[in-house]
């Protein structure tokens, strides 16, 4: 999977929006941009992903760059509960036609601090 | 609770211990993951499983470490011969088909003295 890279921490204050950026500059047409978050104590909960155009839900939104060599992801009111680190992820579906390399490559992520 | 879960939570050992971890995938998925991650690192991926056979396997997974899933529902995963750099957080994660998002478990975290 392509490389991706994320500020090491980024701070907040609560209830207001949140803008985590990721760079994957050697992105290839078939990769998709996944996010991951890891609360304290947890195992990692998937946020939202994305291929080109920019995606909502319920947790989180995602703008993706034109050229899809970076993306942001958009917290739109920050809480206590949302201080974690957040990881970009790279999933490439051409690698998936075999039925093999279906596991995430994770970084070292942000370690998103909320201010109260 | 429907989620995926670990058994055991933690787990110290000494060296040169045997020891085994239990997964259960949230119950219709048929793809089941096994991650590990150290301090202050990400999650680094081990295996992962299609119903029982096993479809990959990381150059992390050394000889000393085996994962089975016979009937593709639960899997374990045994660490054989445990050394100190074997201590870490074990997590499994299930899926229900390709490109599917993962659901991660809490965790089985491993001392080893």
């Known amino acids: 999977d392509a490389k991706t890279t994320q500020p090491n921490s980024m701070e907040s204050n609560e209830e207001e929006p949140v803008h985590l950026p990721c760079n994957h500059s050697?992105?290839?047409?078939?990769?998709?941009i996944h996010w991951y978050r890891q609360l304290p104590s947890q195992g990692p909960e998937y946020v939202i992903h994305?291929?080109?155009s920019n995606v909502n839900n319920r947790m989180a939104s995602l703008a993706i760059a034109e050229d899809r060599k970076s993306s942001t992801l958009i917290l739109h009111r920050a809480t206590l509960r949302d201080a974690a680190v957040y990881y970009c992820?790279?999933?490439?579906?051409?690698?998936?036609?075999?039925?093999?390399?279906?596991?995430?490559?994770f970084g070292k992520g942000t370690h998103l601090i909320i201010q109260p | 609770d429907t989620g995926v879960s670990q058994d055991p939570r933690h787990k110290i050992t000494k060296r040169g211990q045997n020891v085994t971890f239990r997964c259960d995938p949230i119950?219709?998925?048929?793809?089941l993951y096994w991650y590990r991650q150290t301090l202050g690192q990400g999650p680094e991926f081990l295996t992962y499983?299609?119903?029982?056979?096993?479809?990959?396997k990381s150059r992390l997974l050394s000889d000393r470490f085996s994962a089975e899933r016979p009937k593709g529902s639960f899997s374990t995963l045994e660490i054989q011969r445990t050394e100190q750099g074997d201590s870490a957080m074990y997590l499994c994660?299930?899926?229900?088909?390709?490109?599917?998002?993962?659901?991660f478990g809490p965790g089985t975290r491993l001392t080893v003295l």
């Open positions: 994660a299930s899926s229900s088909r390709l490109y599917n998002e993962q659901f």
């Open positions: 050697t992105i290839s047409g078939t990769d998709y």
């Open positions: 994305g291929l080109t």
């Open positions: 992820i790279l999933r490439d579906t051409h690698m998936y036609s075999g039925g093999g390399a279906d596991g995430l490559t």
């Open positions: 119950s219709e998925h048929n793809r």
């Open positions: 499983f299609q119903n029982e056979a096993q479809l990959e």
